[in-house]
T-cell receptor, first 114, second 112 residues
């Protein structure tokens, strides 16, 4: 069973569209994250949720809206997609809130905006 | 702000040792991690070291931490072609919560 799963794996869409990426973890973890990896492989945190509450929002444009319906899910909705949004988006989870916990990553969603 | 840097490429022959280096700027980092990313795949945690340790060994992997110089290295003994991947070091800020700051990644190529 996949621990952290994201859907879809690939997403190609036109500029201006609205799209969502789903993430689910079956590890019973309290904390979930979204990271963005750009074309140069640079990884940066976007959001962090703990027990469904938003904790970190790293100056991400408000076109990006995460939603956590429960502890096991953290979805990412993106409005008015722009070319610069093209990247690989990784979902991750960790057992608990704290600086010393291991983060488990999903396989990534490659978003291409044309 | 925090900054984590790595060399971009490393090429070795199968059976040799690989050493991947990383420098970071945040002296308050509590944990430092090494992640592996194979083509088209997610990030796999290889190992991590707590900031009060100098060294950690885990089978073929050896992590060395020089806290004074803010330098972290990952040594892979007996490197295999299956070790070819991008290796990311990451630091966890000492802010009471988990926020990984990743390095730029080192692409390791192992040739037969």
């Amino acid at each position: 069973d996949t621990a952290v799963s994201q859907t879809p794996k690939y997403l190609v869409t036109q500029m201006g569209n609205d799209k969502s990426i789903k993430c689910e973890q079956n590890l019973g973890h309290d904390t979930m994250y979204w990271y963005k990896q750009d074309s140069k492989k640079f990884l940066k945190i976007m959001f962090s949720y703990n027990n469904k509450e938003l904790i970190i929002n790293e100056t991400v444009p408000n076109r990006f809206s995460p939603k956590s319906p429960d502890k096991a899910h953290l979805n990412l909705h993106i409005n008015s997609l722009e070319l610069g949004d093209s990247a690989v988006y990784f979902c991750a989870s960790s057992p608990r809130w704290g600086a010393n916990t291991e983060a488990f990553f999903g396989q990534g969603t490659r978003l291409t905006v044309v | 702000g925090e900054d984590v840097e790595q060399s971009l490429f490393l090429s070795v022959r199968e059976g040799d040792s690989s050493v991947i280096n990383c420098t970071y700027t945040d002296s308050s980092s509590t944990y430092l991690y090494w992640y592996k990313q194979e083509p088209g795949a997610g990030l796999q945690l290889l190992t991590y070291i707590f900031s009060n340790m100098d060294m950690k060994q885990d089978q073929r992997l050896t992590v060395l931490l020089n806290k004074k110089d803010k330098h972290l290295s990952l040594r892979i003994a007996d490197t295999q072609t299956g070790d070819s991947a991008i290796y990311f070091c990451a630091e966890s800020e000492n802010t009471g919560f988990q926020k990984l700051v990743f390095g730029t990644g080192t692409r390791l190529l192992v040739s037969p």
